[in-house]
């Protein structure tokens, strides 16, 4: 599994990035579709899915819906306590995540056509945004290449985002 952030550094607002149990119980998963990361975490694959806390009884106490990109905290069928972390997640990145195993290649993204350089005056540190393209044939994406150098999965990348740190990524 590969993880590439697509999304802007961190702004001075403050934003949700954990959920805890509410209530003591029994960890259920509703329509989640993870896998593991190189540290044997488990990072949500899928939109629409649910952690369920449920009660001694199996009913159910709590439930929260679980973002793309999510790491799990517990496993299903755990017990937890009150205020026991379930998931977090960033919620400054736009992740693309993947399966496929393969070399990343950034596609159709021009300096000064489709991405620019934007410094953030407050931390010094600088990303590419990407822009709409001038070219409507052109559609800035990253692309997972087999050894055979066929491309195996694109993703387009979303306008306003930004990549990677500039200083690590060069089109």
Do not use: C
């Not at 000064?112 to 934007?118: C, I, L, M």
């Amino acid at each position: 599994m590969r993880t590439f952030h697509a999304g802007g550094a961190a702004s001075l607002r403050s934003e949700q990035s954990t959920v805890e149990a509410k209530h003591a119980g029994v960890v259920q998963f509703q329509g989640l579709t993870t896998v593991k990361n190189k540290k044997g975490e488990s990072i949500v694959m899928n939109r629409g899915g649910w952690m369920i806390v449920a009660g001694s009884k199996g009913r159910e106490r709590e439930r929260h819906q679980i973002v793309y990109g999510a790491k799990l905290k517990v496993k299903e069928g755990q017990d937890v306590i009150v205020a026991q972390q379930l998931v977090e997640w960033d919620p400054f990145s736009f992740s693309i995540l993947t399966e496929e195993a393969g070399v990343v290649a950034f596609k159709d993204i021009l300096d000064k056509q489709a991405a620019s350089e934007h410094v953030d005056e407050n931390t010094g540190p600088s990303a590419l945004v990407i822009m709409d393209s001038p070219d409507e044939k052109k559609q800035p994406r990253i692309e997972i290449k087999g050894d055979d150098g066929k491309s195996r999965r694109r993703y387009l990348l979303p306008s306003g985002r930004s990549t990677l740190p500039s200083r690590h990524t060069r089109p």
